[in-house]
């Protein structure tokens, strides 16, 4: 007997899914056919019903909801909202901030001559009034229509596949939801600050009972008290601690680096205050017989060493990867190997740090966008070969921590 495959193909929203992927949502073929399904049994009455309704189908953690949110304003309202929040500096470099100020120059509410003579946050200040302004007046976007036209949605409209809908959205709590933002700083794409930054570290453990079983579990000793009868037994555990071991390696030399120092202290900061077991290195563009325990890297410590420690160590790597191949490949490539005596070269010693320690993770405060096209970009893959690699966005600081939390 054949089997019958769901026709998703001419189901509603199948252009929306598609967004939804392109705006970062795992979304399936079996999401779009629940939301048909809900569709057809009437769940949905307004707009606001289906934005509810669809978010309940299609996400399923907090990191994607501001996506969500924005791919939907987008395709029902027509408003592009920029995946970075209120105040944040990397919105001169989205797409939407430029045709803005494109726009504002055309219409002469910004003197393009006098474009250099605004301050940053000024220029940011009135980017947002506008987005907002739009976002309150506006009434009705291209995909939703309550009367004729081509929407799926209303009535008497042209499409041959649609939804009656009686009346239309009137508090337009959808559009007032979204624009409140309330989830941008879950997002993966976000820049990392203190507070998600710490969220994200807090998920890597490797707990372990240790010490004398001292400590008094409730649960259990009434469990078995009442097993007994009410004869008390008293149930005794040990301590559950976390006993994970953190190396960080910092790359701190050359001017490559110098932009990402911010961004260096605060995970510094942070991997501090999370993890007691906690060791910090130091090296120039990439690590050879020697590391430093010290910033100015006056105190060397042997290679060698490190690559005693346990081999269940967790050991994050920072740095660019950026470097001369020869900086890499070659002996005595070191750009700090004066003497010219024949050192192995970094590979060799980066290798080893793979072998011993499965457990590694190279992060590239470069974003991952670029490093197919940086300077460098022959050593920057070379190394992924070796390590596994993440950018430091937030979402490549959950995909580290997701790495070395693995057993």
């Given at each position: 007997?054949?089997?019958?495959?769901?026709d998703?193909?001419?189901?509603?929203?199948v252009?929306?899914?598609y967004?939804?992927?392109?705006?970062?949502?795992?979304?399936s073929?079996?999401?779009?056919?629940e939301l048909?399904?809900?569709?057809?049994?009437?769940?949905?009455?307004?707009?606001?019903?289906?934005?509810?309704?669809?978010?309940?189908?299609?996400v399923?953690?907090?990191?994607?909801?501001d996506a969500f949110?924005?791919?939907?304003?987008?395709?029902?309202?027509g408003?592009?909202?920029?995946?970075?929040?209120?105040?944040?500096?990397?919105?001169?470099?989205?797409?939407?901030?430029r045709e803005?100020?494109?726009?504002q120059i055309?219409?002469?509410?910004?003197?393009?001559?006098?474009i250099?003579?605004?301050?940053?946050?000024?220029?940011?200040?009135?980017?947002?009034?506008?987005m907002k302004?739009q976002m309150e007046?506006h009434?009705?976007?291209?995909?939703?229509?309550?009367?004729k036209?081509n929407?799926?949605f209303?009535?008497?409209g042209?499409?041959?596949?649609g939804?009656?809908?009686?009346?239309?959205?009137?508090?337009r709590?959808?559009?007032k939801?979204?624009?409140?933002?309330?989830?941008?700083?879950?997002?993966?794409?976000?820049?990392?600050r203190?507070?998600?930054?710490r969220?994200?570290?807090e998920t890597?453990?490797?707990?372990?009972?240790?010490?004398?079983?001292?400590?008094?579990?409730?649960?259990?000793?009434?469990?078995?008290?009442?097993r007994?009868?009410?004869?008390?037994?008293?149930?005794?555990?040990?301590?559950?601690?976390?006993?994970?071991?953190?190396v960080?390696?910092?790359?701190n030399?050359?001017?490559?680096?110098?932009?990402?120092?911010?961004?260096t202290?605060?995970?510094?900061?942070?991997?501090?205050?999370?993890?007691?077991?906690?060791?910090?290195?130091?090296?120039?563009?990439?690590?050879?017989?020697?590391?430093?325990?010290?910033f100015?890297?006056l105190?060397?410590?042997?290679?060698?060493?490190?690559?005693?420690?346990?081999n269940?160590?967790?050991?994050?790597?920072l740095?660019?990867?950026?470097?001369?191949?020869?900086?890499?490949?070659?002996?005595g490539?070191?750009?700090?190997?004066?003497?010219g005596?024949?050192?192995?070269p970094?590979?060799y010693?980066?290798n080893?740090?793979?072998?011993?320690?499965?457990?590694?993770?190279?992060l590239?405060?470069l974003?991952?966008?670029?490093?197919?096209?940086?300077?460098?970009?022959?050593?920057?893959?070379?190394?992924?070969?070796?390590?596994?690699?993440?950018?430091?966005?937030?979402?490549?600081?959950?995909?580290?921590?997701?790495?070395?939390?693995?057993?």
């Amino acid at each position: 007997m054949s089997t019958v495959l769901p026709d998703y193909n001419n189901a509603l929203f199948v252009n929306f899914v598609y967004l939804l992927r392109d705006y970062g949502v795992p979304v399936s073929p079996k999401d779009l056919l629940e939301l048909n399904d809900g569709l057809e049994k009437g769940i949905v009455q307004n707009l606001d019903d289906l934005f509810v309704f669809s978010r309940l189908v299609f996400v399923r953690k907090v990191d994607h909801m501001d996506a969500f949110e924005r791919a939907f304003c987008f395709y029902f309202y027509g408003i592009d909202v920029p995946a970075v929040a209120e105040g944040d500096y990397e919105l001169f470099n989205t797409k939407q901030f430029r045709e803005w100020l494109q726009q504002q120059i055309a219409d002469g509410k910004i003197p393009k001559k006098a474009i250099w003579n605004y301050d940053p946050d000024e220029l940011m200040d009135k980017f947002w009034e506008t987005m907002k302004e739009q976002m309150e007046a506006h009434h009705g976007g291209s995909k939703w229509i309550g009367t004729k036209g081509n929407s799926p949605f209303g009535h008497s409209g042209n499409s041959e596949r649609g939804v009656r809908v009686d009346g239309a959205s009137k508090n337009r709590s959808a559009l007032k939801v979204i624009g409140d933002r309330r989830y941008v700083t879950y997002s993966d794409k976000q820049q990392l600050r203190a507070e998600n930054l710490r969220q994200a570290l807090e998920t890597m453990k490797h707990m372990k009972n240790e010490g004398p079983r001292d400590l008094l579990n409730l649960d259990e000793t009434i469990r078995r008290t009442a097993r007994n009868g009410g004869d008390i037994e008293l149930c005794f555990e040990r301590d559950l601690r976390d006993k994970i071991s953190v190396v960080l390696l910092i790359d701190n030399g050359g001017y490559s680096m110098t932009p990402h120092v911010e961004i260096t202290r605060l995970l510094f900061s942070k991997l501090h205050e999370r993890f007691e077991d906690l060791k910090i290195y130091y090296f120039h563009n990439t690590i050879y017989e020697n590391v430093w325990t010290d910033f100015r890297r006056l105190r060397a410590h042997p290679t060698e060493q490190l690559l005693q420690r346990r081999n269940d160590t967790r050991v994050v790597i920072l740095g660019d990867a950026s470097m001369a191949p020869e900086e890499l490949v070659t002996h005595g490539g070191a750009i700090s190997n004066y003497g010219g005596r024949a050192q192995k070269p970094s590979l060799y010693w980066l290798n080893r740090f793979a072998d011993r320690f499965p457990h590694t993770c190279w992060l590239n405060p470069l974003s991952k966008d670029t490093w197919d096209n940086t300077y460098g970009a022959y050593t920057v893959n070379q190394i992924r070969d070796i390590f596994h690699m993440e950018d430091m966005t937030l979402g490549g600081i959950k995909g580290m921590v997701e790495f070395l939390s693995e057993k």
